[in-house]
């Protein structure tokens, strides 16, 4: 299939509602929540639909939902099964919109009301995921100490509302990061790279970049497209 593209994982969870009058009445595949990846996905090649669809920010999802982020890591569900409500109703308001303003409005509205009661320790994990995210080459045990809490209440606290393990998230992040890089600057030394991110060497990188990403770091170069989570797929 032609325009098929491989989507790389970066560790944030989505919601997607597709705007096809055709779909109408199929909402199981119709309004999903997408979890968190580590892993790649093939998109396109399909008939084009009209979607809106939500990014979250690295343990964004969490308020939103009436499961741990966690039941959802490198996979999808129907919205109405993990949402707090009201899915049905949104999808047909959406559908009798012609605006796109008007659609982000009801989207925007929908997940207000969505906002679940804060669990304790909510703070500490967003400090975390603030903290991978700059540094995704810091030690777990040190991110613990700052924090105060047990490894054990750390890493459960960590994946209910990230959706992905302290050590996958960090895996991916410093993954996310050697891309960004790489797509700025495909002339940039890999080797250079690799112990600016704090690998033990250039072939660790290679390693830990194909069993993310599901190709080398110089394949990734020649297929990259104009962003950096996507690369071309030619059959």
Request: glycine share 8%; net charge neutral.
């Amino acid at each position: 299939m032609a325009g098929r593209e491989r989507h790389m994982p970066d560790g944030t969870a989505a919601l997607l509602i597709a705007l096809d009058d055709t779909s109408r009445g199929r909402l199981d595949d119709s309004a999903i929540f997408k979890g968190p990846r580590s892993s790649p996905t093939i998109i396109g090649g399909a008939q084009p639909v009209s979607i809106i669809g939500v990014q979250f920010a690295s343990g964004g999802a969490a308020p939103f939902l009436h499961v741990p982020v966690s039941e959802l890591a490198n996979a999808h569900a129907p919205l109405r099964d993990v949402g707090n409500g009201g899915v049905t109703t949104l999808r047909e308001r959406l559908l009798c919109s012609d605006s796109a303003d008007a659609r982000l409005d009801l989207v925007e509205q929908w997940l207000t009301r969505q906002i679940a009661r804060q669990q304790t320790g909510v703070a500490a994990i967003d400090w975390a995921v603030g903290a991978i995210e700059r540094w995704p080459h810091v030690r777990m045990r040190d991110l613990t100490a700052r924090i105060g809490r047990s490894s054990r209440w750390f890493i459960q606290r960590f994946s209910e509302h990230v959706g992905l393990t302290p050590k996958v998230f960090s895996r991916i992040r410093r993954f996310h990061h050697a891309i960004e890089r790489m797509h700025g600057d495909p002339d940039n030394d890999l080797a250079d790279l690799a112990a600016s991110l704090r690998y033990f060497d250039q072939p660790h990188f290679a390693h830990d970049f194909r069993a993310i990403a599901g190709m080398s770091p110089t394949a990734y170069l020649s297929a990259r497209t104009a962003y950096p989570n996507h690369v071309a797929l030619v059959d």
